[in-house]
């Protein structure tokens, strides 16, 4: 193993290109995975040049059931040594349960649960060598909540939540942190690949990306087990402590179905 690098997954949007940012003005080298091959290269002649790093990069659907070995083996055969995995990439789908794309299901657990943990698993026996790392996993504060019209999505992310914190435990005398970043709503092209409007209640009080970015960074940085992004994410986790599921359902009911997709 040669440099060590941040592996960063749907680094070239949102939450992803925020935290690929804040890790390059820092001067890590990148290996950066997404679909998207022209912003990747894009991404690579900027940013390099801007931060004199170095840049790897993957163009790759992370939907796909063998991705992560895909990725495991570019990383072998590039001889890359990974000392923080970002395992970013996820998307969330709005609606009825029965009433959505059965595919858009599965690539969604796929990409939210599967990829995200053979990543972990994959990345994480090369880290247990070395005695040394960092992964910062994308849950939400969906990980807290029942999530009527968005069940499947509020389910993954509450296994990242609860796979994070486990190996968090796990892996704390091997000097390997595992830290879950929870943020709410967030102005990236989640809602509206999710089937929200513009307008919808989902929008009103989102974060940054900036914001979610630089706080997941700094509690990945100090190796904490759970980071729930901005002050009101943080009440609201709290408070939801105190209220029975069966009223929270209801609230979550009527945000998630206060209008239809477009």
Known sequence: MNKEYVLITGATSGIGYELMLL?????????????????????KTKIEKKYKIHIEYLDIDLSESDSAEKVYYFITNNKLNISILINNSGFGLKGKFEENDLQKYEEMVNLNILT????????????????KGKILNLASVAAFLPGPYMSVYFATKAYVLSFSEALFFENSADNITITALCPGSTKTNFASVAGFKSKDSFNKNAMSASQVALIGYKGLMKGKRVVIAGGLNNFSVFFIKFIPNRLIGKMILRFNNSSSAN
């Open 116 to 131: 995200l943990t053979k990543l972990t698993y994959l990345v994480l026996q090369d880290m247990k060598k070395r005695k």
């Open 23 to 43: 890790f390059a003005k820092n001067k890590y080298n990148l290996l950066l995975v997404s679909r998207n091959k022209e912003k990747l290269k894009n991404i």
